[in-house]
């Protein structure tokens, strides 16, 4: 079987895994075969006891294809490529919930009430739970037809297991992994562990080049602004956005799986991704149903990145299955009861009616040809394989009316989604109406791809961008009005930095609306969207999306306040500025500076100091002494009877003599707390 890229095992060139090295991108690889007496058994996990027992179930659950979504191909040898996200089991202990059921804390968690809205605290913390709340499972799967064996065949998936959304990094990697595995065995395994322990820490939002045997992976990470918040990013890390203002390389990716296949995946229904990007930005529940794992794990990972630079906030399951523990749950809801905000990628047909309540449902793709074999993605990025009809915007009725397609429309809203169980449609059953209106101009420039499905790749690549760079601009206008809350700010001129800077904005979603609705949405989006576009603000901030977005970006500005105002102490001229102050704020500043050289201390003592922490420090034990110098004698005395303030004085800046006007010349340096007053 070809291999792309080619990868050779070389025993002297061997290297040793490193299982805590390889924590940094990998938790474990597995092996996983379907056993027709036992079920799913995991044959290898390396290294072991990484998971709990129930977690290896779901894995095991996870990796297969439905037998009922596969039925159409019955080739010798059928390998795909997808991925799952599961709840961590160890996590839900944690938060003293169960692994069997949404618990109300992912509740609270991702959606916020009105009273939660209307005044939001804003957090301090500069930084996440290490422990991650998801798994990530990306499957190489395999199939094997052969009428002489049990059931005429046989399958067995191998599955890289890690905290993080790598999808561009292990779709390449089990390229080569999964078929070298099927040469050589466990060999595979230990041989490509040994490269990734080698493999640098991820840094977030950037190019990495990841070293695998002689090929070399080349991908872009996503940005640290998009990470859930408790996958280990810290706020600092994730300031290097400051969405949302419009990036200006295009290249650079804003949000997770930027390089999904939008137009491959919905084709179909181009004139939709409107009313998906809507559904997907308020957190509706969203049911998405394909004929493959890979498919539908493609269209959840294409409908998140619409909404990129934004948070996702919304739990999203790439490939969903009866067996998830959370499927009782979600199966015992009636007609009336409220879905959790979810994207369901599914490909068994039962979903169909065992979530028929589901407000959301999309369909797409379509079904393998029953007689030739189905590849795994021909390019390095895995791109799920497109149809073989060309693309012409004449199938999207925008150039013309055909009373058939309205027949055929009212006819599919008509039997509803359980028209699939007969015969795979590309379709959406939804009566959410959408307040933005499609783009046709960004619809007129989409490439007709042709025939050739070599030039239908290069040109979904095209087409892929446009309407990234379409939905990135989209989404940016929409969040810029939030943008004066986190406005930050720099000392003014003449004024003392080493005061406390004044607080962001306070947000209240009423005051909000009121202003918004006054001032207008801006031409981008006024151009765009229906007049009811307050609306649609008003179900974001409702929505699961909008808190834990505001309050990242929140603890971003402070952040970046903080520093800025930390770069202004570097700078400031300590004896200038204390030339203009009168006796009493002279003792103010004495204590800000004091406090904020306890502060980077502090800093240094717990190992979380920054680069130039040192020099400020200098800095601040030079300004301290020169604001004590110019103090009264009797203040001088009074201060030096605390130790700890005598202790930081002893180590400040040589003597030198300070001149105030109308003021004694004092001499700088150590006043001993026992000379006379």
């Known amino acids: 079987m070809s291999r792309s890229p080619s990868f050779s095992v070389k025993s002297e060139l061997s290297v040793k895994a490193d299982p805590d090295a390889m924590q940094r991108w990998v938790l474990a ?34 990796s297969f294809p439905d037998s009922v979504s596969q039925h159409q191909n019955r080739s010798s040898i059928h390998d795909c490529i997808f991925f799952f996200r599961f709840q961590r089991h160890k996590h839900s202990k944690q938060g003293n919930g169960t692994s069997s059921e949404i618990s109300e804390i992912d509740d609270k968690e991702t959606s916020s009430t009105p009273d939660e809205v209307k005044s939001i605290r804003r957090s301090r913390s500069t930084g996440i739970s290490k422990s991650s709340k998801y798994l990530y499972g990306y499957v190489f799967n395999r199939q ?23 999808y561009s990094v292990f779709r390449p990697l089990l390229q080569i992994m999964g078929p070298l595995y099927f040469d050589i065995g466990r060999k595979a395994i230990e041989h490509i562990a040994g490269y990734v322990s080698l493999w640098p820490s991820p ?22 602004h998009s990470w859930p918040l408790e996958s280990g990013i810290s706020y600092e890390e994730s300031s290097s956005s400051m969405a949302p203002f419009l990036p200006s390389n295009p290249s650079v990716p804003q949000g997770l799986f930027h390089d999904s296949d939008i137009f491959g995946t919905f084709r179909g229904l181009l004139l939709q991704l409107w009313l998906l990007w809507e559904l997907l930005l308020i957190g509706e529940p969203i049911l998405i149903i394909a004929p493959t794992p890979p498919q539908c794990c493609e269209a959840v990972a294409s409908l998140v990145s619409l ?18 523990p959370d499927f009782a749950q979600l199966n015992a809801l009636q007609e009336g009861d409220k879905y959790p905000p979810m994207v369901l990628g599914v490909t068994n047909l039962f ?4 979530l028929r309540y589901i407000p959301h449902i999309v369909s797409v793709g379509s079904p393998a040809p029953s007689s ?81 499905p070599r030039v239908e790749e290069s040109m979904s690549v095209v087409n892929n961008e ?14 810029a009005p939030f943008g004066p809350y986190f406005r930050a700010t720099t000392p003014s001129e003449g004024s003392s930095p080493y005061a406390d800077p004044p607080p962001l904005p306070p947000f209240n979603a009423d005051d909000f609306l009121m202003s918004l609705s006054a001032r207008g949405v801006g031409k981008f989006l006024s151009k765009r969207m229906r007049s009811n576009w307050l609306d649609l603000y008003r179900r974001f901030l409702k929505g699961p999306n909008f808190l834990p977005w505001f309050q990242r970006r929140l603890a971003i500005a402070e952040n970046e306040q903080h520093r800025l105002w930390r770069q202004a102490r570097m700078k400031t001229d300590i004896h200038l500025l204390i030339t203009k102050m009168p006796e009493l704020e002279i003792v103010d500043c004495f204590n800000a500076i004091e406090r904020h050289l306890l502060g980077e201390m502090q800093l240094q003592q717990s190992g979380r100091a920054i680069s130039d922490s040192a020099a400020m420090c200098q800095k601040l034990k030079g300004d301290l002494q020169a604001v004590f110098n110019v103090l009264p004698n009797d203040m001088q005395q009074l201060l030096l009877l605390n130790p700890q303030r005598a202790a930081l004085l002893q180590g400040s800046s040589s003597p030198e003599l300070t001149k105030l006007p109308g003021r004694p010349s004092i001499q700088v340096g150590v006043v001993s707390s026992n000379s006379p007053r």
Request: aromatic share 8%; hydrophobic share 40%; proline share 7%.
């Open 144 to 166: 094997r037809h052969d009428e002489r064996l049990k059931r005429g065949g046989e399958q067995k998936s191998v599955v890289i297991l890690s905290h993080g959304p790598y």
């Open 351 to 354: 979903f169909l009616k065992a």
């Open 372 to 452: 030739s074999r189905v590849t795994i993605a021909s390019r390095s990025t895995g791109r799920i394989p497109a149809k073989q009809e060309g693309f012409g915007l004449q199938q999207l009725s925008l150039k013309k009316f055909s009373p058939s397609s309205l027949f055929n429309a009212v006819k599919l809203r008509r039997d509803g989604p359980l028209c699939l169980m007969t015969e795979h449609k590309e379709a959406i059953w939804s009566t959410y109406v959408a307040t933005t209106k499609p783009d046709t101009s960004i619809l007129n420039r989409l490439i007709d791809a042709g025939m050739s």
């Open 29 to 62: 690889f597995c092996i996983i075969r379907f056993d027709l007496e036992q079920g799913q058994l995991i044959e290898e996990c390396y290294p072991p006891g990484c998971l709990t027992q129930e977690e290896e179930l779901e894995v095991a659950f996870s």
């Open 203 to 224: 840094v977030p939002g950037k190019l990495m080049e990841l070293p695998i045997g002689n090929a070399m992976l080349k991908v872009n990470l996503p940005p640290a």
């Open 466 to 479: 446009i309407l990234r760079r379409h939905f990135l601009e989209l989404t940016t206008n929409f969040l």
């Open 307 to 324: 909404v990129a630079p934004l948070l996702c906030s919304v739990d999203f399951r790439p490939y969903f299955t009866i067996h998830d």
